[in-house]
């Protein structure tokens, strides 16, 4: 038998897909990608949520850090956490930025905002800025600050109101107020 009646029986090589091969390949990652992206598409608020949780733990660490701190040296009103100078007021930490700071509330990922005075701030609808406490703060992320969601995404402090009276450190939100 020659070269050439050998070649001429064997199969040509498939060189490539054919195009319902590569059809049922799209359909069925477009199938996956739909069924994928809304799992995806609503982590922003659990993100937030967590955040803000964690946020809530270091203030709670650092009110009982400073709290440990005033009961050992009762007569000194201002201590050093995390090099920032925080003062109290009846033992505990005051509502001024420097204690959100020293929990690692500040930019650039949190928006802290305090209200010195002796009554709450009500919501501001127009700025979106939460209602404040009396001698407090609110800590916004970011992300959500200046927005609607911002109005309902946050932690708040209030300071101590009477000796032997610990702070206030607000619950937490809802997924569904942090989205």
């Not at 949520?49 to 650092?62: E, F, I, K, N, S």
Request: hydrophobic fraction near 45%; proline fraction near 6%; charge should be neutral.
């Amino acid at each position: 038998m020659n070269k050439q009646t050998m070649t001429a029986i064997r199969k040509p090589a498939q060189a490539g897909f054919t195009l319902i091969e590569l059809i049922v390949v799209i359909v069925i990652l477009g199938i996956l990608a739909a069924t994928a992206l809304p799992k995806f598409a609503n982590l922003g608020g659990d993100a937030r949520l967590a955040a803000l949780a964690a946020a809530r733990g270091a203030l709670g660490t650092t009110v009982a850090q400073v709290h440990g701190q005033s009961l050992l040296n009762p007569s000194t009103t201002t201590f050093t956490n995390e090099n920032i100078t925080v003062t109290t007021v009846n033992g505990y930490p005051n509502g001024a930025a420097t204690t959100g700071q020293a929990a690692g509330l500040d930019v650039p990922d949190w928006i802290v905002t305090v209200n010195a005075t002796g009554s709450v701030v009500a919501l501001n609808s127009g700025t979106h800025v939460p209602a404040i406490p009396a001698n407090g703060f609110v800590a916004v992320p970011k992300s959500v600050s200046g927005s609607a969601t911002g109005e309902t995404c946050f932690i708040s402090y209030a300071a101590s109101t009477a000796a032997n009276t610990p702070p206030v450190i607000s619950n937490l939100p809802t997924v569904t107020q942090c989205q």
